[in-house]
Structure formats: structure tokens, C-alpha cells
């Protein structure tokens, strides 16, 4: 069945990162377990990773929540996401777009932040197309409130000539390095059918960034995450060189090859991570860098009842010079 088939049928104080809820002040700084974040600009983060005994960092990659008002599904997406943090204890969460219906048309409401901040682990959101309030309904929200409403989180942006734009950076850091080990690039996409990709000034932000390191000798790897699959994750499949299923078309919407080929000229990119569509989960490496799908984590988004709700842990070794993430999906 294809998507449209499935939908018809079936930080923390006001003194530290966290001082006003999703952004913090430069040079602000505040620790969360093994982690102390350095705010550095409105789109750059550092975290200085300082475990008591060297292990990997581990990212939990979340997806397509779907939180819903009033809805039973909301109690079972918690206690899968509850478990998997139990079980997998991962340093930072990571939720790839589409946390909740925002652009429904009937009322919204929060619940699903409460959910997510209760988990107290911190945490960062890549904008959706679902996250938009494009239908004004009651308790829906403009997306620089959301970014207010995240504890334990940061989610950074750039203000351009056209708007905001929620694309940001995190540098990873050891004791024993100079210099970031690993580089997290994160990117918003749009609503409307046309801007369903990466945005022509997050990709110029992004070639920006290259340069200002380029002047700075950072040649760090990059993982990134976005929330709609780029186009070559359809021609990565197509090849026949992905592992896993695929359950639907690759909806990679208006995406045009031009983020791709940008990731792959950098020589830095290892790796993108995306979610959108609920009932793919392949991977494979096509031309050098690692495509892959989290796995869905909402039960109120579309799937058959068999598609169990999940998500994906990333594991970074930064005692490695040149780290390269290693994923696998994890369950309640």
C-alpha cells in the first residue's frame, strides 16, 4: 500500500542552555549527564562528550510521532518510547520530524511535548511538513513556540533575508581533541508541496559552514538529519544495494539531487538520517554516503498493525580520529 492508501484506510531553567526554552544565550553552557553543552551562535552548539570511562556516544533517532489530542495512541507511543530509553540509556534523542499533527484541522494539543520532555533526556527536533500550523486550528502553534516548549533541548536557526530557517549544527567534542571529533548538521523542510526538501538557504547556510571550517582546519565527519528522504534513497533501493524493506514508495516529495550532491562534494558527509515515510526502514551506502531510515516511533501515524513502532540507536565512537556512526533499530 502506498502513504495516501494507508491514510485513508487505516534548557531546563532560565539560567543555563535551556534559558528560554530551545535556544540559549551565547556562551551559555549547561551539563546533562556526560554531556555539557556550549551554546556558540543561534545555529551552533557544542557538546564536549566526557563519559568516566571511554564508551560511544549514542544518539536515539526518533521519527513521525503523530501525537494526537485525546487519543489513546498517545498512551502507547509513551510507553514504547518510556521502554526504549530505559533499555538503551542514549545520551541525547534526536525525533526526525513530524513530533505531532499540527496542521490538523481540528484542535492540537501538547500532550506529546509532555511525553517527550518527561523522558529527561535532552533532545532536539527536526521540523517536518506535518509540524506546520497551516490550518490555524485551535491550540496549534507557530513553529518558534514549539522550539519554546522543548526542555532539555536545543533547536537552533538562522534568520535570512526570507524568514527562519531551523537549520543548526552540533559540534562533538573529547577531553583529549582539539578540535571537533564528529559534526550533527540538522535541517528543517516545508510544508507545501514544492518546499517538501531542504531549502535553497539552509544548503547555502550548509556550503557556509563548509567554508568558515575550511578557514578553521575542521575536517570532522558529518551525520545528518532531516525529516523527508532525498531522492537517492529511491535510486539506492532501486540498485539493489539497500538492506532492509521497503513498505511504500520512497516519498522524497520535491526534493531536486541538489542536497545530495552538495553532502557528497563536502568529502565530509558519512551519513544522512531521515524518517517520513513510516514503513521503510533500508540502508545502504550510495556513492559514499550511508542513507538511512529511522524507524517510525508513533502509533498514531499510518502502518499495518504488524509495523512495530521503534527507533533507530547511533552509536559515535569519538576516541576514533574520524568516527562513523553505527546504527541499528531498537524496540520496546
Known amino acids: 500500500m502506498q502513504r495516501r492508501e494507508f491514510l485513508q484506510s487505516v534548557t531546563a531553567g532560565a539560567a543555563g542552555l535551556l534559558a528560554s526554552r530551545g535556544v540559549a544565550d551565547v556562551g551559555t553552557e549547561q551539563r546533562f549527564g556526560d554531556l555539557l553543552f556550549r551554546q556558540q551562535a543561534t545555529d551552533h552548539c557544542e557538546l564536549l562528550f566526557?563519559?568516566?570511562?571511554?564508551?560511544?556516544?549514542?544518539l536515539l533517532q526518533l521519527a513521525d510521532t503523530h501525537f494526537h489530542p485525546g487519543d489513546e495512541t498517545n498512551r502507547a507511543t509513551?510507553?514504547?518510547?518510556?521502554?526504549?530509553v530505559a533499555r538503551e540509556q542514549p545520551d541525547f534523542i534526536v525525533h526526525t520530524g513530524d513530533f505531532v499533527n499540527n496542521d490538523s484541522k481540528k484542535p492540537v494539543d501538547w500532550v506529546g511535548m509532555d511525553v517527550i520532555n518527561g523522558l529527561?533526556?535532552?533532545w532536539t527536533l527536526c521540523v517536518g511538513n506535518h509540524d506546520y500550523p497551516?490550518?490555524?486550528?485551535?491550540?496549534s502553534l507557530p513553529l518558534d513556540a514549539i522550539r519554546q516548549k522543548m526542555e532539555r533541548g536545543f533547536q537552533g536557526f538562522i534568520d535570512d533575508v526570507d524568514g527562519r530557517h531551523y537549520c543548526y549544527r552540533y559540534d562533538l567534542l573529547t577531553a583529549e581533541a582539539a578540535g571537533?571529533?564528529?559534526?550533527?548538521f540538522f535541517f528543517q523542510v516545508g510544508y507545501?508541496?514544492?518546499?517538501?526538501?531542504?531549502s535553497d538557504a539552509q544548503l547555502n547556510w550548509f556550503e557556509r559552514q563548509l567554508e568558515r571550517d575550511r578557514q578553521r582546519e575542521v575536517k570532522a565527519p558529518i551525520t545528518v538529519f532531516v525529516h523527508i528522504p532525498l531522492l537517492e534513497y529511491q535510486t539506492l533501493f532501486e540498485s539493489g544495494k539497500a538492506d532492509g524493506q521497503r513498505g511504500e514508495k520512497v516519498c522524497f516529495d520535491s526534493d531536486t539531487?541538489?542536497?545530495?550532491?552538495?553532502?557528497s562534494q563536502s568529502g565530509r558527509v558519512t551519513s544522512v538520517f531521515c524518517g517520513h515515510d513510516h514503513v521503510n526502514n533500508f540502508h545502504g551506502l550510495w556513492q559514499g554516503t550511508e542513507l538511512v531510515y529511522?524507524?517510525?516511533?508513533?502509533?498514531?501515524?499510518?502502518?499495518?498493525?504488524?509495523?512495530?513502532?521503534?527507533?533507530?540507536?547511533i552509536s559515535l565512537d569519538l576516541g576514533n580520529p574520524s568516527p562513523a556512526p553505527r546504527h541499528v533499530e531498537v524496540f520496546a
Open 50 to 58: 566526557t563519559p568516566a570511562r571511554p564508551r560511544p556516544l549514542r
Open 78 to 84: 509513551e510507553q514504547v518510547l518510556r521502554a526504549i
Open 120 to 122: 529527561n533526556v535532552p
Open 134 to 139: 497551516v490550518n490555524e486550528a485551535e491550540g
Open 180 to 184: 571537533p571529533r564528529a559534526c550533527l
Open 192 to 198: 507545501a508541496a514544492s518546499t517538501r526538501r531542504i
Open 257 to 263: 539531487g541538489r542536497s545530495f550532491a552538495l553532502f
Open 294 to 313: 529511522g524507524r517510525v516511533s508513533g502509533m498514531g501515524g499510518y502502518g499495518p498493525p504488524d509495523w512495530k513502532r521503534g527507533g533507530r540507536l
